[in-house]
């Protein structure tokens, strides 16, 4: 058997086995992806080989996971998107606008302290958020000015406007309480409530896993074998597990106190879980699907498209939102560099994660997944000692491939 013949073949088992388990190829290959990226910098980053290196250290992967956050809250948005067939080239100047709004009413309208504070200024960030978002859907809905038009001059109007409303100066402390929201001064849930969060995430996954096929089976759909099942559930419960201990592995400094889950990856995760149900269990979601499948034929079938553009860039706007109040409050700052490049990060997640840019194609664990890769890189990067203008270069390159493959992957499909 030729080599040719035998790469053939591996590859259709592989196939055979990601659709045995009912998991995506492309997102098996990319956790492949990732676990190499991961021991590569844990061996770059040792300075006497793998045994020393730092980059799987719990306290790195505590940082990476908190990092992320910011990121991979707004890719959840960007899948939809993409998915819709529109861009925001936006969202880090809305980012950091929103951010400095909000320090500015903090620190120098509110007072700072009062137990009130933080929380009003959360409701005005998400409510600005919201706003600026329905702007730019009715500009590109109604008007039907192209979002790349929209979103490029947002990108150039809101950075302006972050820096007019200090002229350039940085605006801090903020208040404690929305500190922790970033994760500090113990912004965090510690040991005992990490385990509670963990373990009634495994309970949902059992439950979930086996109440879809109790489903199935009832309505006569094939569902896979047992034993797939079973593994399926055992290989996330493993993670889930995996992933507790290692953010109670961190301690808090010059104490023997576990950090445990920081508050930020909540955020970050239970955006991920509304988002998900919406993409899959909402008309809305049902509807961006088929507005990126194809929006003349969605259009025809009774969609109102405009209404649902100008709905995904709400969610956007206040996803900005989100991310502007946790990147702020991590800094315990309002500054105008915060966000600065964040869109190209954003939007690399969510195709390296498998969103299209020709639309109809996206999901959001893809999307969280995307970010994980697309932060290990940075974070390991910054570990090596390498200059903003070469990591630069290398995320620039990393989404360039993961088009590159898009493009590949599309066209095979077609062919199909």
């Excluded at 259709?12 to 659709?19: D, E, K, S, V, Y």
């Excluded at 200024?121 to 998400?126: A, E, N, Q």
């Excluded at 020709?358 to 959001?364: D, N």
């Excluded at 910054?382 to 493009?407: H, R, S």
Aim: proline share 2%; glycine share 12%; aromatic share 8%.
């Amino acid at each position: 058997m030729s080599t040719s013949q035998e790469t053939k073949k591996d590859g259709n088992a592989f196939t055979r086995f990601a659709n045995l388990l009912e998991l995506d190829g492309r997102l098996l290959s990319m956790l492949g992806a990732l676990v190499v990226i991961w021991l590569m910098f844990h061996f770059f980053t040792g300075e006497l080989g793998f045994a020393n290196g730092i980059f799987l250290k719990p306290r790195n992967l505590w940082n990476l996971s908190v990092q992320m956050s910011v990121v991979g809250v707004m890719a959840t948005g960007m899948v939809l998107i993409i998915v819709a067939r529109h861009i925001d080239l936006s969202v880090g100047s809305l980012l950091g606008f929103i951010g400095m709004v909000m320090a500015v009413v903090q620190v120098e309208i509110f007072a700072l302290g009062a137990g009130w504070n933080w929380v009003a200024t959360v409701i005005l960030g998400l409510a600005l958020g919201a706003l600026i978002g329905y702007i730019h859907g009715l500009l590109i809905a109604y008007l039907e000015v192209p979002s790349f038009i929209v979103t490029l001059g947002g990108l150039l109007i809101w950075r302006g406007g972050a820096w007019l409303l200090t002229r350039g100066r940085t605006v801090s402390p903020l208040d404690s309480n929305f500190q922790m929201i970033g994760g500090g001064i113990d912004g965090s849930i510690g040991s005992f409530w990490s385990w509670v969060v963990g373990g009634i995430a495994i309970a949902l996954v059992v439950v979930l896993a086996l109440s879809a096929r109790r489903r199935r089976s009832s309505y006569g759909f094939k569902v896979k074998p047992l034993w797939a099942e079973l593994l399926v559930i055992a290989i996330s419960v493993g993670a889930i597990v995996a992933f507790v201990i290692v953010m109670n592995s961190y301690n808090r400094p010059r104490t023997e106190i576990p950090r445990g889950i920081p508050i930020p990856v909540l955020i970050l995760i239970g955006v991920t879980i509304i988002m998900s149900i919406v993409v899959r269990f909402t008309k809305f979601g049902r509807y961006v699907y088929a507005m990126g499948g194809n929006p003349e034929a969605a259009r025809l079938s009774g969609i109102n498209t405009k209404q649902v553009t100008t709905q995904i860039f709400v969610i956007m706007g206040m996803l900005c939102a989100v991310s502007g109040i946790i990147a702020s409050a991590r800094l315990n700052a309002g500054a105008n560099s915060t966000g600065t490049l964040s869109e190209l990060s954003v939007i690399a997640a969510a195709v390296i994660g498998g969103t299209s840019l020709s639309g109809g194609v996206g999901t959001i664990p893809g999307a969280i997944l995307g970010t994980v890769i697309i932060a290990s890189l940075a974070n390991g990067m910054v570990l090596l000692g390498w200059e903003t203008a070469l990591q630069n270069i290398v995320q620039g390159i990393v989404l360039i491939l993961a088009v590159w493959l898009d493009v590949i992957y599309q066209r095979r499909k077609g062919r199909v």
